[in-house]
């Protein structure tokens, strides 16, 4: 199982200025790199790609969805937004070898209202069609969406794995599968184990962290149990520490990010490294 770290843990938005942070990753001992475009226009793909390349660092790709990239808005201009966004970082995925491009690809973070079920059913209705769209076309570039469910505070759509696997089945494609985020998970599910059981091989990326989205290890999250239903799924995709050190205000808004989560970025990543490198590398499997 690979480990990995997001490009959040240092900087938001991710541009060219910050490769630096390729090298920290590797040096700590992490296996991938997860790219978190919130700029398409600010990635240098040719750049990326040679510089892990040349250190054997892996690449992931994850997505930030704000009002303008809801794919199920009531406004048609925002759906065609998200969907053309949704596939120029597809293209990213495919040129930076990713095997995925993960996120809430449904909605809109930090949309969170009670409406009705008509309106709910207009809205899943919206999303369904553009979702079907990108999955046809991340089939074509070799890559596999990730669906990932956010908590309630962050969203009103999809927050359980049941929630995703019920709306990804009704596209039933082996390039729509689902992404487990710790964090969420550790707040809506009964049994994060038993959701991981659940996913099967429905489960196309894993982002582990703490329950505070601290440092992994320092809080409650059942790290060994996790790591234990991952090898019993038979699961082969990496586990990625995605956390914020130094969020935008529209980032740090969107995931009510309002104090220092470690010391410094650079701590965390050191510390994460070590720990993940003794859950899921030198203690592999527990039974």
């Not at 480990?3 to 040096?27: M, N, R």
């Amino acid at each position: 199982m690979k480990i990995g770290i997001s490009s959040f843990v240092w900087v938001s938005p991710y541009t060219a200025d910050h490769i630096d942070i390729l090298y920290k990753a590797k040096d700590y001992g992490y296996d991938v790199m997860e790219i978190a475009v919130e700029d398409v226009a600010s990635i240098d793909v040719k750049q990326l790609k040679k510089v892990a390349q040349r250190i054997g660092l892996d690449l992931s790709v994850s997505g930030a969805f704000g009002t303008e990239r809801d794919i199920s808005s009531e406004h048609s201009a925002y759906r065609k937004i998200g969907l053309s966004y949704i596939k120029d970082c597809i293209q990213i995925a495919n040129e930076l070898e990713s095997p995925i491009f993960g996120g809430p690809l449904y909605a809109a973070v930090g949309k969170t209202r009670l409406v009705t079920k008509e309106q709910k059913e207009l809205e899943r209705n919206f999303c369904l069609e553009n979702l079907l769209e990108a999955t046809q076309y991340a089939k074509e570039q070799g890559i596999v969406l990730a669906l990932e469910p956010l908590n309630r505070f962050e969203t009103d759509m999809i927050n359980t794995v049941e929630q995703a696997l019920e709306l990804i089945n009704q596209i039933d494609d082996p390039h729509l599968k689902i992404l487990l985020d710790t964090f969420h998970a550790n707040i809506e599910e009964k049994s994060i184990l038993k959701s991981i059981h659940l996913l099967g091989d429905k489960l196309a990326h894993v982002q582990g962290n703490e329950n505070d989205r601290g440092t992994p290890g320092t809080g409650q999250v059942d790290w060994s149990g996790i790591r234990d239903a991952l090898n019993e799924i038979g699961y082969q995709g990496s586990v990625i520490l995605e956390t914020f050190g130094s969020p935008s205000k529209e980032l740090a808004r969107a995931a009510s990010i309002w104090r220092p989560l470690a010391e410094s970025s650079d701590i965390l990543a050191r510390d994460g490294a070590n720990f993940y490198t003794e859950i899921f590398k030198n203690n592999p499997l527990q039974l």
